[in-house]
């Protein structure tokens, strides 16, 4: 089959045609199905967060005072920047969670 598709190709070269084979890029499309469990996890993180700095000072951490969602950051798996080159992807919410402290 490889062969088949070598030769056919050699025809179209030798016809002149321009054929440039491109690597495949590979984007993410399935944002909104994530979206919900990242906003909850984000949120569960900042409350641990929020009850170690509030155990060490001690107090306690009330409602939510403010949030603030950031955007999504997609990328590929071991990538600083870009996000078509690998198949693999890291999703990455940036969230600020402001609480109430109680004595």
Do not use: C, W
């Amino acid at each position: 089959m490889v062969s088949e598709v070598r030769s056919k190709l050699d025809k179209l070269i030798a016809q002149g045609l321009n054929i440039k084979n491109n690597a495949p890029s590979y984007h993410f499309t399935k944002l909104n199905e994530i979206k919900p469990a990242m906003v909850k996890e984000a949120t569960t993180n900042a409350r641990i967060a929020a009850n170690e700095f509030a155990a060490n000072a001690g107090v306690k951490v009330g409602g939510i005072r403010n949030a603030q969602q950031g955007g999504f950051i997609i990328k590929d798996v071991g990538e600083e920047y870009g996000d078509t080159k690998s198949i693999e992807k890291e999703v990455r919410l940036v969230t600020t969670i402001a609480f109430y402290l109680t004595d």
